[in-house]
C-alpha cells in the first residue's frame, strides 16, 4: 500500500474544520498549500465548479473517525513532503503501526504537492519499491 501526504490514521486531524470555512478563508488555505495556482482561485467560475469537491475531500479527512482495528498485513510504504506544512515526518511514520508487514518512509524534497513538483524522484521511489517486493521469493511463485 502507498500512502502520501496525510498523517496516520490514527492521529487526529490537526486541522478538522478547513472544510467549514467560509469560502474567502477556504480558498486562502487552498492557496497556502500551493496545490492549485493561482489563475485557477482567482477564476469565480472554474472555482464554483471546483470547491464543492473540494470541500469534499475535506470534509471527509476532518469528519474521519478512527477505529483500532488489527495492523494490514501488507507493506506500507509512505511518502511525505519535506516542507509540507500538512503532514510531518512524525505523523508519517506513525503509518508503521498499521502494518504487521514492511513499512518504509521516503521523505522528498517540496511541500503538500511534492507529487507535482518531485514526481520523477517520486516514481523512482516507487518503482523502487515495487521491484523489491516483486523480487521477494515467495512472491515469485504467484507470478
Same mark, same amino acid.
Given at each position: 500500500m502507498f500512502v502520501s501526504a496525510h498523517h496516520a490514521p490514527q492521529i487526529p486531524n490537526?486541522?478538522?474544520?478547513?472544510?467549514?470555512l467560509?469560502?474567502?478563508?477556504?480558498?486562502?488555505?487552498?492557496?497556502c498549500l500551493n496545490g492549485t495556482s493561482d489563475q485557477v482561485l482567482?477564476?469565480?467560475?472554474?472555482?464554483a465548479l471546483m470547491l464543492p469537491t473540494l470541500r469534499a475531500d475535506f470534509t471527509i479527512c476532518g469528519t474521519y473517525q478512527y477505529a483500532d482495528d488489527a495492523p494490514l498485513?501488507?507493506?506500507?510504504? $509512505?511518502?511525505?513532503?519535506?516542507?509540507?506544512?500538512? $503532514?510531518?515526518?512524525?505523523?508519517l511514520v506513525a503509518w508503521?503501526?498499521?502494518?504487521?508487514?514492511?513499512?518504509?518512509?521516503r521523505m522528498i524534497p517540496g511541500g503538500h504537492f511534492f507529487i507535482h513538483t518531485s514526481q520523477p524522484l517520486l516514481l523512482w521511489?516507487?518503482?523502487?519499491?515495487l521491484r523489491q517486493?516483486? $523480487?521477494?521469493?515467495?512472491? $515469485?511463485?504467484?507470478?
Open positions: 490537526p486541522e478538522p474544520g478547513i472544510y467549514q467560509p469560502e474567502p478563508e477556504f480558498v486562502e488555505k487552498l492557496r482567482k477564476n469565480s467560475d472554474l472555482m498485513d501488507c507493506p506500507i510504504s $509512505a511518502f511525505g513532503g519535506m516542507q509540507d506544512p500538512l $503532514a510531518h515526518h512524525d505523523q508503521r503501526e498499521q502494518t504487521s508487514a514492511d513499512f518504509s518512509l521511489a516507487i518503482s523502487q519499491e517486493w516483486l $523480487a521477494q521469493p515467495e512472491l $515469485a511463485r504467484c507470478w
